[in-house]
Each structure stands twice: as C-alpha cells, then as structure tokens.
C-alpha cells in the first residue's frame, strides 16, 4: 500500500510541475483563454449535474406513485432511468 501511494504522490507532483511550467510559459492571451475555458467546461459539468439531478428526482417520484407492492413496475422504472441516465443498450438490460 505505501509503494503505490508513494508511486501516484510522485506521478501526481511530476504532472502538477508540468502543468505550472506550462501555464507560466503561456502569454497573457493565452491565460485568459485557458480560464475561460475551464469556466465553460464547469459551467457545463454543473448543467449536466444539475439536469441529472433533476432526471433521478423525477424517476424516484415515479417509483414511489406505484405504490407499495409493485415491484416489477419499480423494476421497470428502475431499467429506464439507468438506460436514461448511462445510455445504455437495450441488449444489456
């Protein structure tokens, strides 16, 4: 266990000096973009979160208007939201 973490301690403080050697060499155009890029990419990772959010409290509402005994209705519910939500086949479920 400690080799392994001493492994990715040093693989992950290597990858941060890279990256900082990287972002220093950049010009000031090119800082703006870079932020403005990662500003885009978060703000479209909490949309994504906010809309999964959203799809799974709607399913589990579903879930719960099918009352107590249903279980091969929730079951259904269940295989739709995962097929929804991971974009899976229908030959896996």
Not at 29 to 49: G, Q, S, T
Not at 73 to 79: A, D, F, G, I, S
Request: no cysteine; aromatic share 10%.
């Amino acid at each position: 266990m400690a080799k392994t973490g001493t492994i990715a301690s040093v693989i992950l403080g290597a990858s941060i000096g890279v990256a900082l050697v990287k972002y220093y060499t950049m010009t000031e155009e090119e800082r703006e973009a870079f932020w403005k890029k990662i500003k885009n990419i978060a703000e479209d990772l909490l949309d994504d979160a906010e809309n999964t959010v959203e799809k799974v409290e709607a399913y589990f509402e579903e879930i719960k208007s099918k009352g107590e005994n249903n279980l091969v209705e929730k079951l259904y519910v269940v295989r739709k939201m995962l097929k929804d939500l991971f974009k899976i086949e229908e030959t896996f479920l």
